[in-house]
């Protein structure tokens, strides 16, 4: 008993990290081993599919947040951030630009970020 419950949960965790095509699959597979009907079948198949798109979510959220938080410890900027930041100085050149009244660009020529230290 202990071990059908164990292949069963293994094949569980297999299902939900798998793509439609081998989760079909394996929902054939396991109406045939258990004699389900079409429409048994079908009710297992749109169950995995949930709940792997569940799983796939959930994991994405997690590593998206895991992410964050990397890009916090190694103190870099965000691309939101970064765009912030662009507008803020445009915004600044055209004030000092209507100050001084000069109509030659004030703009400093800046060396635009790497895309390995600007988080997307």
Do not use: C, H, W, Y
Not at 9 to 18: G, H, T
Not at 58 to 63: F, N, P, Q
Not at 93 to 98: D, M
Request: glycine share 2%.
């Amino acid at each position: 008993m202990f071990e059908q419950i164990k292949k069963t949960f293994d094949r569980s965790i297999e299902i939900a990290f798998s793509t439609k095509d081998k989760i079909q699959a394996s929902v054939q597979e396991l109406a045939k081993e258990n004699n389900l009907t079409k429409e048994e079948a079908k009710k297992l198949l749109d169950q995995f599919l949930k709940k792997s798109d569940e799983v796939k979510k959930s994991l994405e959220e997690k590593i998206v947040e895991l992410q964050k938080g990397a890009m916090e410890k190694m103190n870099l900027v965000s691309k939101k951030e970064l765009s912030i930041l662009e507008a803020r100085i445009i915004k600044l050149e055209k004030q000092l630009v209507s100050k001084t009244g000069s109509k030659k660009s004030t703009r400093l020529p800046v060396k635009t970020a790497s895309k390995r230290a600007v988080k997307k």
